[in-house]
């Protein structure tokens, strides 16, 4: 983990700015040098929100967008989201469906965009299902980007449409700890 540390804290471990880099993690016994520090208070907060965006995304929000049906069927889906906001997200995720007019997000790029649009539209209430199903300490969303702060509540879904299509070249990707996941 040291050898991505830094990299983890400033959310910069798979690149910036859409720009992936790859690196050689493996550790290199004969020139390791074991540095037994911890991390400060802003390090850890830092590193953790870049690791929240890299994880929901990822493992909360895309299984039932490439899963749609799940949302209505599965009873352990449909409690851990509830009902009310399972069915919330099956129909927002069919919208985006008729929106991008893509039927089928399985391949990679195309599945980018809305599981983004997913997780800034609904991340108070999936926070709020993992706080119900791993704990407290799970926390909050990580704060959205600065240039949510002058975006009007009625104008926020358009305005992650678009900051969402900047996706694999900008700010988006920056904030979904690099695109990393994806």
């Known amino acids: 983990m040291d050898t991505l540390l830094e990299e983890v804290i400033t959310g910069t471990a798979y690149g910036q700015d859409g720009i992936i880099i790859m690196k050689d993690v493996r550790i290199d016994a004969e020139k390791?040098?074991?540095?037994?520090?911890?991390?400060?208070?802003?390090?850890?907060?830092?590193?953790?929100?870049?690791?929240?965006?890299?994880?929901?995304?990822?493992?909360?929000?895309?299984?039932?967008?490439?899963?749609?049906?799940?949302?209505?069927?599965?009873?352990?889906?449909?409690?851990?989201?509830?009902?009310?906001?399972?069915?919330?997200?099956?129909?927002?995720?069919?919208?985006?469906?008729?929106?991008?007019?893509?039927?089928?997000?399985?391949?990679?790029?195309?599945?980018?965009?809305?599981?983004?649009?997913?997780?800034?539209?609904?991340?108070?209430?999936?926070?709020?299902?993992?706080?119900?199903?791993?704990?407290g300490d799970i926390g909050f969303p990580p704060p959205l980007p600065k240039c949510f702060d002058v975006v009007k509540p009625e104008d926020f879904r358009r305005f992650v449409y678009y900051f969402c299509e900047d996706r694999e070249s900008g700010d988006a990707h920056n904030y979904f700890a690099n695109g990393g996941v994806f």
């Open 32 to 135: 390791q040098t074991i540095a037994l520090q911890d991390t400060t208070p802003e390090q850890s907060q830092n590193a953790w929100f870049c690791s929240i965006k890299d994880y929901v995304p990822k493992n909360v929000v895309l299984p039932v967008l490439l899963n749609p049906h799940i949302l209505l069927e599965n009873a352990l889906v449909r409690e851990f989201f509830t009902g009310r906001v399972a069915d919330r997200l099956y129909r927002r995720l069919n919208e985006i469906k008729r929106e991008t007019r893509i039927i089928d997000f399985k391949s990679i790029h195309s599945y980018k965009t809305p599981c983004y649009r997913l997780y800034f539209e609904f991340r108070d209430e999936i926070f709020s299902a993992m706080r119900r199903t791993v704990g």
